[in-house]
């Protein structure tokens, strides 16, 4: 029965963040879909505000500031996460071209109009898909991107245990077409989708996580929550396994009119 599976909500936020910041990615994604992603976007140069929201330790921020001309600024909820993006930055060499703070996606620091690229991996479900991409459009100047990847739905329909994971998770998830249509109504041109490689789930998010847990585990011995949390993380997993062919994530970007 799925509803003796904990939600991650029921977790410690501490324990989570403790978890992730030991990854070098905190969601799925891959170099080759960020640079995929990145190839569609026009008209960047040396002036270019770029924002990374959600940016959690940077992983996806580093392959965007390799080849995307122009600043970048990396917003995350967490100082654990901060302080490590800005560390990995400075390893890359990359500390003048980026730099972290930590702010939340639902009051962005910036102005409006100022920024020409919104980037956000795996992030923007925290505030809503929807939400996130009316509110934020108004820091893109006319002609500038959004682009985000997502938990989407890649079929009509789905097995009631799934929908029910992810409704009680994030009600928010759709369609990708249900979700091309709401980036329009927000007003921007929808100029790509694409759906994410398996391997971006299997091989860059759950695989390194079998290590993580283990130390994790190692670091918390006999406290219950972080067992409990480490089960729900291998729940997960399995079920992804299970019905990766129904879920999964596609990267969307627009470009304001
Ligand atoms: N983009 C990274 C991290 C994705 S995980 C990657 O793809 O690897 C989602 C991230 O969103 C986490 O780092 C989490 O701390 C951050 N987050 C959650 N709520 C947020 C909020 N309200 N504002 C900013 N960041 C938030």
């Known amino acids: 029965m799925m509803s003796d599976i904990q939600s991650i909500h029921d977790f410690d936020l501490e324990l989570i963040c ?91 620091p910036f102005e409006e109009g100022e920024m020409d690229l919104m980037w956000s991996e795996g992030a923007i479900y925290n505030i809503g898909f929807e939400k996130g991409l009316n509110e934020w459009r108004r820091y893109l100047r006319q002609g500038g991107y959004v682009a985000v990847s997502e938990a989407s739905w890649f079929t009509e329909s789905r097995p009631a245990e799934i929908e029910e994971v992810w409704r009680d998770a994030y009600p928010g998830i759709d369609t990708i077409p249900a979700k091309m249509a709401q980036l329009q109504s927000a007003g921007y041109m929808p100029v790509a989708c694409f759906s994410l490689p398996e391997t971006c789930w299997t091989d860059n998010f759950y695989a390194p996580q079998a290590e993580a847990q283990r130390a994790f585990l190692a670091k918390h011995p006999g406290d219950a929550g972080a067992r409990g949390f480490i089960e729900n993380q291998r729940h997960e997993q399995r079920l992804y396994e299970k019905y990766k062919e129904f879920y999964g994530y596609a990267f969307y970007i627009g470009k304001k009119l």
């Open 18 to 108: 403790e978890y992730f910041a030991g990854l070098d990615r905190q969601g799925p994604g891959s170099p080759e879909v960020t640079n995929r992603a990145l190839d569609f976007i026009e008209g960047l140069n040396e002036n270019s505000r770029i924002a990374d929201i959600g940016c959690g330790t940077g992983g996806q921020t580093i392959v965007l500031a390799r080849r995307a001309p122009g600043k970048i600024i990396g917003i995350d909820l967490f100082p654990i996460f901060i302080d490590l993006f800005n560390a990995n930055a400075k390893k890359a060499g990359l500390q003048e071209k980026v730099v972290g703070r930590v702010g939340s996606m639902d009051n962005l």
